[in-house]
């Protein structure tokens, strides 16, 4: 019995130093409190147990956060969808539609538009070009960006925009007055005083505006203009002011005639050119241009038919001269 004692015992401690460490729990009979009836259930004992780390983060997340996080997720997505398709500008305008569409059964459509100071503009043009139609509501409209848009047309250089609630707009604008017509590369613009292109010279209520012509021209006409009409004689003989290599003036006059300015003392100059006219009527004779940007001369070109009468005129008086020395 000894002999089997022992190898008993020696096997129980070769299997206890070769076993994981086990953790018991006890588990006691509902039908028996008899200690010696006490059942022990062994786990192995583990530190790197993933399911106690994931039981205690759901314990710690509110509830409803998998819902929103998937709402959110879907979300996200379609909006990706939209922007990635191109349709990002037609959800926005369906959405500004909708909430117009309630606004305006509520009470706020838009019944009555006044608009002032209008000249050139219709104001259907006013309108679209402040983004306001029959869809828009007075509630949702904003009028700083109706009023930005306004001011970003041409013809507008001032704009006011008033919501009257529940249904009145009022619009008040300064508009930019057509001042001359341009000239550049062959086409034409009509321009304001400070050189603003307003539209392209398509209608005939612009015909009688002054014509410049020239790069820089624009800019630099309502300056030179204000000069030349302190001389009326000149000013009304005169179809277009030609500026030269963004520096000086020419004069193209009604008959044709050319007048080349000098880049300064132009005043003295035009002052000259009305002396002269008036005491030897320069300006009706047959030339083609005057110029007088030499300010001690002024050079005087024919036209060919003019040159041709001259020269036939100096030949025809040397050939009477030499008869008259024959004689």
Same mark, same amino acid.
């Given at each position: 019995?000894?002999?089997?004692?022992?190898?008993?015992?020696?096997?129980?401690?070769?299997?206890?130093?070769?076993?994981?460490?086990?953790?018991?729990?006890?588990?006691?009979?509902?039908?028996?409190?008899?200690?010696?009836?006490?059942?022990?259930?062994?786990?192995?004992?583990?530190?790197?147990?993933?399911?106690?780390?994931?039981?205690?983060?759901?314990?710690?997340?509110?509830?409803?956060?998998?819902?929103?996080?998937?709402?959110?997720?879907?979300?996200?997505?379609?909006?990706?969808?939209?922007?990635?398709?191109?349709?990002?500008?037609?959800?926005?305008?369906?959405?500004?539609?909708?909430?117009?569409?309630?606004?305006?059964?509520?009470?706020?459509?838009?019944?009555?538009?006044?608009?002032?100071?209008?000249?050139?503009?219709?104001?259907?043009?006013?309108?679209?070009?402040?983004?306001?139609?029959?869809?828009?509501?007075?509630?949702?409209?904003?009028?700083?960006?109706?009023?930005?848009?306004?001011?970003?047309?041409?013809?507008?250089?001032?704009?006011?925009?008033?919501?009257?609630?529940?249904?009145?707009?009022?619009?008040?604008?300064?508009?930019?007055?057509?001042?001359?017509?341009?000239?550049?590369?062959?086409?034409?613009?009509?321009?304001?005083?400070?050189?603003?292109?307003?539209?392209?010279?398509?209608? /005939?209520?612009?015909?009688?505006?002054?014509?410049?012509?020239?790069?820089?021209?624009?800019?630099?006409?309502?300056?030179?203009?204000?000069?030349?009409?302190?001389?009326? /004689?000149?000013?009304?003989?005169?179809?277009?002011?030609?500026?030269?290599?963004?520096?000086?003036?020419?004069?193209?006059?009604?008959?044709?005639?050319?007048?080349?300015?000098?880049?300064?003392?132009?005043?003295?100059?035009?002052?000259?050119?009305?002396?002269?006219?008036?005491?030897?009527?320069?300006?009706?004779?047959?030339?083609?241009?005057?110029?007088?940007?030499?300010?001690?001369?002024?050079?005087?070109?024919?036209?060919?038919?003019?040159?041709?009468?001259?020269?036939?005129?100096?030949?025809?008086?040397?050939?009477?001269?030499?008869?008259?020395?024959?004689?």
């Amino acid at each position: 019995m000894d002999g089997g004692g022992r190898l008993s015992r020696s096997v129980r401690q070769t299997q206890s130093r070769s076993a994981p460490t086990r953790k018991a729990a006890p588990v006691t009979s509902r039908s028996s409190s008899n200690p010696s009836t006490r059942r022990y259930v062994f786990e192995p004992e583990r530190e790197d147990n993933p399911n106690g780390f994931f039981a205690k983060l759901e314990r710690r997340l509110p509830r409803g956060l998998g819902v929103a996080a998937t709402v959110a997720l879907l979300i996200g997505a379609g909006t990706l969808g939209v922007i990635k398709g191109g349709h990002g500008d037609n959800v926005v305008s369906a959405f500004q539609d909708t909430r117009n569409a309630l606004a305006n059964a509520v009470g706020f459509r838009i019944t009555s538009v006044a608009i002032s100071g209008r000249k050139q503009l219709t104001q259907d043009e006013v309108l679209a070009v402040g983004g306001v139609n029959g869809r828009s509501s007075l509630l949702f409209l904003d009028a700083a960006s109706v009023r930005d848009r306004l001011k970003g047309d041409p013809w507008i250089a001032d704009a006011t925009v008033q919501k009257l609630y529940p249904g009145h707009l009022q619009i008040d604008l300064v508009e930019r007055k057509p001042y001359a017509l341009w000239q550049l590369d062959g086409r034409l613009s009509v321009i304001a005083e400070d050189g603003t292109v307003l539209e392209p010279y398509v209608a /005939n209520r612009f015909s009688l505006l002054p014509l410049v012509v020239g790069k820089g021209a624009e800019t630099r006409a309502h300056a030179f203009l204000d000069v030349l009409a302190n001389y009326p /004689n000149i000013r009304n003989q005169t179809r277009a002011v030609i500026l030269v290599g963004e520096r000086r003036w020419n004069l193209r006059l009604t008959n044709g005639l050319d007048v080349r300015l000098p880049e300064e003392g132009v005043e003295t100059a035009l002052a000259t050119l009305i002396k002269l006219d008036g005491e030897e009527q320069l300006l009706s004779r047959d030339i083609t241009s005057v110029d007088m940007r030499l300010p001690d001369r002024l050079i005087v070109r024919l036209s060919e038919d003019a040159a041709k009468a001259r020269a036939d005129a100096l030949a025809a008086a040397s050939k009477q001269k030499r008869k008259a020395g024959d004689a």
